[in-house]
């Protein structure tokens, strides 16, 4: 009995272990499935917490840029399309002074799809365009400016009347088809459409006609020629070469053309008689003309300088002589301007070979120059300078010791950038290679003391004087005095003697 209540209890007492465990193990399940809800929810609140912070970025980011075109630009008011462009071009400029390259081309994209609701004519369109393709000239990424460029001298050329209201009418399918690419695809998609529509748009070339007379007579082309100007040279510095001849030839044309204009304006269509003597052009134009036709001048010398670097010494050449052309109808013939003219061509003729025409060119630079400054002024002994070494390439020795010896006297007191001592030392240098040594000693020991005093004792431009005078020393026989000045000019360049 004992036995089997005994049995009973640790029976009992096992199924109460069971029961505990098994009541445990509920704790435990119940527990764990707790736990992992928790950690649910914080996980699901952690994520919520990162999606906000995600909108507060996204918020603050649009809160920094400018509103999106919701609305198409056609569908916009001519006030609120102005508002904004002005808001756009604004914050696009300020971009770029702020060096904020990246900035500033995505509000010029901006601006340049709100400036197709104003007509190619206007003077907003051209100006964006061009902002833009400069900034992208900046950036170095030319393909994407060279369209641009042409694009605002298209509107300058409508603005001007140099072409007709057909060819400047087609600004609405452009600026349509950009103000729909807007409200479709993200900014992006603006930036890749706006581009490819302006390269579409101006890659045909452009015929230059005229077709209001009336227009061309009112219009100086203030903005035209030098816009040509710079395209040009664009062309042919960082774009397409090939297009800068043609552009070239229209600019030479144009000048050409409107020069007559002027000339007729001012001293009237002439009406021949019998027996009447011919007159030919000996005047300048109105000086209400000036202003705006030396612009012309600058213009076709930019590009003359363009052309010249990259080897095309006829079109260059062609532009500088209408240039002079210009500078002599608008300035007269007494103008300094004239002389950098004549300098201009004068290295064209060298670069040819032609020294002949060089000297002639470089000698009528002399004689303006001489006209209109005093001797002492830095400019004539320049020029001076440029017609003598052209004689020394012509193995001309005394017309280029006549010069340098007239130079002598332009100074009768010290200049300010050393040109008495480079004068003497020229003429020393005519006489050594004249083997006039002993008309050549003054000259450079006068030389060497000018340099001196000007340059000061250890300057490295003494090298070429010190050497030249030690030259001289070994000629006329003084060994002791060309070492002495050897070893001064290799001690002060630092080489070995």
């Not at 603050?60 to 006030?79: C, I, M, W, Y």
């Not at 770029?96 to 609701?117: F, K």
């Not at 103000?179 to 045909?204: F, K, L, P, Y």
Request: aromatic residues 8%; contains cysteine.
């Amino acid at each position: 009995m004992s036995k089997s209540f005994a049995s009973i209890s640790v029976a009992l007492g096992f199924c109460s272990s069971r029961v505990v465990f098994i009541f445990g193990s509920f704790l435990f399940l119940a527990g764990s499935i707790d736990i992992a809800s928790t950690n649910k929810t914080l996980a699901q609140n952690l994520a919520n917490q990162d999606l906000m912070v995600q909108d507060l970025k996204a918020q603050s980011l649009t809160a920094q840029e400018p509103k999106r075109q919701d609305t198409p630009v056609r569908q916009l008011g001519a006030a609120e399309a102005a508002a904004q462009f002005d808001r756009c071009f604004k914050d696009a400029s300020e971009a770029l002074r702020n060096g904020c390259y990246g900035d500033a081309e995505r509000l010029y994209r901006q601006a340049i799809i709100l400036a197709g609701r104003f007509g190619e004519s206007d003077k907003r369109y051209g100006k964006v365009f061009g902002d833009l393709g400069r900034l992208l000239v900046i950036r170095a990424r030319f393909d994407e400016a060279e369209p641009l460029l042409e694009e605002e001298l298209h509107s300058i050329k409508c603005r001007e009347h140099f072409v007709s209201e057909k060819d400047c009418g087609q600004f609405s399918a452009r600026s349509a088809a950009m103000d729909g690419a807007a409200s479709r695809d993200s900014a992006s998609a603006e930036t890749a459409t706006s581009a490819e529509t302006a390269t579409s748009a101006v890659t045909n070339t452009i015929a230059v006609t005229n077709t209001s007379a009336e227009a061309s007579v009112q219009t100086d082309y203030k903005e035209l020629i030098p816009a040509m100007s710079r395209l040009a040279s664009f062309y042919l510095n960082y774009g397409t070469e090939s297009k800068a001849e043609t552009l070239t030839c229209e600019l030479i044309s144009l000048i050409d053309g409107r020069l007559g204009e002027y000339r007729e304006a001012t001293s009237g269509k002439i009406t021949l008689k019998n027996g009447q003597p011919l007159t030919g052009w000996a005047g300048s134009a109105a000086s209400r003309m000036t202003n705006p036709v030396v612009e012309w001048a600058i213009a076709l010398d930019s590009v003359a300088g363009d052309l010249k670097s990259k080897g095309k010494l006829d079109m260059a050449e062609r532009c500088y002589n209408v240039g002079l052309e210009v500078k002599e109808t608008v300035l007269g013939k007494e103008h300094l301007s004239l002389a950098n003219s004549f300098d201009s061509l004068a290295a064209i003729s060298q670069e040819r070979g032609d020294l002949r025409q060089a000297e002639q060119y470089f000698s009528y630079a002399l004689e303006t120059t001489e006209r209109i400054l005093p001797k002492s002024n830095p400019q004539v002994y320049s020029r001076l300078d440029r017609l003598a070494k052209c004689f020394l390439k012509e193995n001309k020795l005394a017309e280029a010791e006549a010069l340098y010896l007239k130079a002598q006297s332009f100074w009768e007191e010290p200049s300010r950038n050393g040109s008495e001592a480079r004068a003497a030392y020229a003429l020393g240098n005519v006489y050594m290679l004249e083997k006039k040594y002993q008309e050549a000693q003054p000259y450079l020991a006068t030389a060497l003391k000018l340099a001196e005093e000007f340059y000061g004792p250890d300057s490295i431009a003494l090298v070429p004087f010190l050497n030249r005078y030690a030259d001289l020393m070994y000629y006329q026989g003084q060994d002791g005095p060309r070492q002495e000045l050897k070893a001064r000019a290799c001690a002060i360049s630092g080489t070995p003697l």
